[in-house]
């Protein structure tokens, strides 16, 4: 998968590496020259240019690219980026960096971005994740859809506790995608048990996380197992 990155500063950088093990192709794009240093990702690409100017994007062959990260430190810069990737180049995924929340609220589809990620919302939601039992944690926004990632550890009082996945009647618009218990990661079957102290996370549309919230949490009156 080839993706380029715009912003090589530190953040962009570490990107860059753990894209690279993961054995994809990548691009650092930035307009400072000593941002350029090649020694410190030389398996990487390198362009200095302005990732904001269609020149630099066509130099880039951004149309040749399966994501796009805006990973720059400026938020009016990581707009333009995913604006222009998104309706210039129709790249398929785009992943914007949010450094101030105050402006989290922009970073949708309106500009092109399909994944925000906020640094301050992604700590403070694995703080509580660390923390809390039986309450929904929102770890990832989509802006597609309005959907969300989340995550909820299911209490000992739950009355789904040794419930299987299939029996259990879920919320419209949110799917199970994986549980994590102790150091397993699990796709869920519907054959799968629920246990308690399961970490369960779910895409769901944000009107259905407090449905979500009160069926898994152990306050509800059990409406999501069948008859």
Not at 40 to 57: F, G, Q, Y
Request: proline share 4%; with cysteine; aromatic share 4%.
């Amino acid at each position: 998968m080839r993706i380029a990155i715009a912003g090589a500063g530190a953040v962009g950088r570490s990107i860059a590496g753990e894209l690279l093990e993961n054995g994809h192709e990548v691009l650092l794009i930035d307009k400072t020259p000593t941002a350029i240093s090649v020694e410190r990702v030389p398996r990487a690409e390198w362009l200095l240019a302005d990732a904001c100017e269609i020149t630099s994007l066509d130099e880039a062959a951004l149309q040749r690219c399966n994501v796009v990260i805006a990973a720059t430190g400026d938020d009016k810069v990581n707009l333009v980026v995913s604006l222009l990737a998104k309706t210039e180049y129709a790249v398929p995924r785009v992943v914007a960096r949010v450094n101030n929340p105050k402006n989290e609220w922009l970073f949708n589809e309106s500009w092109g971005v399909d994944v925000a990620v906020s640094t301050p919302r992604l700590m403070s939601a694995l703080v509580e994740e660390a923390v809390s039992v039986g309450d929904l944690v929102r770890l990832l926004r989509f802006s597609h859809g309005d959907a969300n990632l989340v995550e909820l550890t299911l209490p000992p009082e739950s009355e789904l506790a040794g419930t299987r996945v299939g029996e259990v009647r879920w919320p419209e618009d949110t799917s199970l995608v994986t549980i994590i218990r102790g150091t397993r990661v699990l796709a869920p079957t519907v054959e799968d048990h629920l246990e308690a102290g399961d970490e369960l996370l779910f895409v769901a549309a944000q009107s259905r996380e407090e449905q979500l919230e009160t069926l898994l949490s152990g306050r509800g009156d059990g409406v999501g197992q069948e008859e």
